[in-house]
């Protein structure tokens, strides 16, 4: 199994702001993910992020506003950047150990933009 | 296109009794793997239970079990004995090559 850190688990913004959120995970792992949760919604994907390299975004999800980095195994950050009343949002960071084992998440980052 | 179904918005069952979530998928992939989480207001997504597309054996868990129906594309949940704690949102997914698809969600009320 695998055991995610996830913070701030939550924050509240003000508008035109950015919010770094981190990931740490308790062993190293090719794939992070990186998923948003509107409000009563299903997880949709944001982008999976590689080490060592550029992440791969989902479409309807942009670089500039969802700036990512993967530093190493085991950490990953996500900023929500310009933020506007639209990105309130849960985020959640995801992990799996393999392409046929379940994946593993994070508590999730409740964001609030005001 | 990999999609998964879930028609229940919002389901509740009485304390003790049985109740049965269902969720419908649709997957050209012959290898793939299906699981139903659970997310409590804590939001903390966990794993219920799993069921690899390749076993014709129905997953259980303890109180929680599958019906897997392969032809139909059809992943149901049975909760026997509900309790007070099982109340959240469950959501069914599935594997594709690597990728996990989520469905909408159930909500899950359990009446005491």
């Known amino acids: 199994s695998a055991v995610i850190s996830q913070k701030p688990s939550r924050d509240i913004c003000q508008r035109g702001t950015s919010l770094t959120i981190q990931c740490q995970v308790d062993?190293?792992?090719?794939?992070m993910f990186w998923y948003r949760q509107q409000p009563g919604q299903s997880l949709t994907l944001i982008a999976t992020?590689?080490?060592?390299?550029?992440?791969?975004?989902e479409s309807g999800f942009v670089i500039d506003k969802f700036p990512i980095s993967r530093p190493n195994l085991t950490f990953s950050t996500l900023t929500v950047s310009n933020m506007s009343p639209e990105d309130s949002s849960i985020y959640l960071c995801?992990?799996?150990?393999?392409?046929?084992?379940?994946?593993?998440f994070g508590q999730g980052t409740r964001l609030t933009v005001v | 296109a990999q999609t998964v179904t879930q028609s229940q918005p919002e389901m509740s069952v009485q304390e003790a009794e049985t109740v049965t979530l269902s969720c419908t998928y649709d997957?050209?992939?012959?290898?793939?793997?299906l699981f139903w989480y659970k997310q409590p207001p804590s939001r903390q997504m966990i794993l219920v239970i799993r069921q690899e597309a390749y076993k014709q054996q129905n997953a259980t868990e303890n109180r929680f079990s599958v019906n897997f129906q392969k032809a139909a594309k059809s992943f149901s949940l049975k909760i026997s004995d509900s309790q007070l704690g099982d109340a959240a949102m469950y959501f069914c997914a599935s594997q594709v090559l690597g990728q996990f698809y989520f469905g909408t969600g159930t909500s899950l009320t359990v009446i005491p």
């Open positions: 992020a590689n080490q060592g390299s550029e992440a791969t975004y």
């Open positions: 062993s190293q792992v090719t794939m």
């Open positions: 995801s992990v799996d150990l393999g392409l046929r084992t379940e994946a593993f």
């Open positions: 997957t050209s992939e012959s290898d793939y793997y």
